[in-house]
């Protein structure tokens, strides 16, 4: 699906819709889980990075510096026997893609885009209250049908 998402645009894509939800990292120092999110895709562009993370090996024959790997999600290390970790202010841990095929509705794109904008908005609130494996797991099959 990352392919999918990274290659979709509106114009060239006219009978075809996506909706993205999933976890992301959450910021505030107070949160014990990752933030829900949930956007149509094409809305702004995913790279390649979104969602990739990578761990820095101290011992390595040839270290990588820290900031080669800086369009990804997140970077981490050991530095002064302490571990470091940089993240992007988007960083998804993992989604799930929804495909709506639109055919015959061309003239309505504007009035079906935002209401999968509404749609992915709602998902993403109905995933936060997924508290366990199994709300997960019933929360992914109602989503993608």
Same mark, same amino acid.
């Given at each position: 699906?990352?392919?999918?998402?990274?290659?979709?645009?509106?114009?060239?894509?006219?009978?075809?819709?996506?909706?993205?939800?999933?976890?992301?990292?959450?910021?505030?120092?107070?949160?014990?889980?990752?933030?829900?999110?949930?956007?149509?895709?094409? %809305?702004?562009?995913?790279?390649?990075? %979104?969602?990739?993370?990578?761990?820095?090996?101290?011992?390595?024959?040839?270290?990588?510096?820290?900031?080669?790997?800086?369009?990804?999600?997140?970077?981490?290390?050991?530095?002064?026997?302490?571990?470091?970790?940089?993240?992007? %202010?988007?960083?998804?841990?993992?989604?799930?893609?929804?495909?709506?095929?639109?055919?015959?509705?061309?003239?309505?794109?504007?009035?079906?885009?935002?209401?999968?904008?509404?749609?992915? %908005?709602?998902?993403?609130?109905?995933?936060?209250?997924?508290?366990?494996?199994?709300?997960?797991?019933?929360?992914?099959?109602?989503?993608?049908?």
């Amino acid at each position: 699906m990352k392919f999918n998402r990274m290659g979709f645009r509106f114009d060239k894509h006219r009978d075809v819709r996506m909706v993205r939800v999933g976890f992301t990292m959450d910021f505030n120092p107070a949160a014990t889980a990752p933030a829900a999110f949930g956007y149509l895709v094409g %809305d702004f562009d995913e790279e390649w990075g %979104d969602g990739m993370s990578v761990y820095h090996n101290p011992n390595g024959t040839h270290p990588v510096p820290i900031n080669f790997f800086e369009g990804f999600s997140g970077r981490h290390w050991f530095e002064n026997g302490n571990y470091e970790n940089l993240f992007r %202010d988007f960083s998804p841990y993992s989604s799930v893609t929804a495909t709506h095929l639109i055919k015959g509705n061309q003239n309505e794109l504007v009035i079906l885009d935002q209401l999968l904008r509404e749609e992915a %908005d709602t998902r993403a609130s109905e995933l936060a209250e997924a508290t366990d494996d199994a709300q997960y797991l019933a929360w992914r099959d109602k989503f993608v049908g």
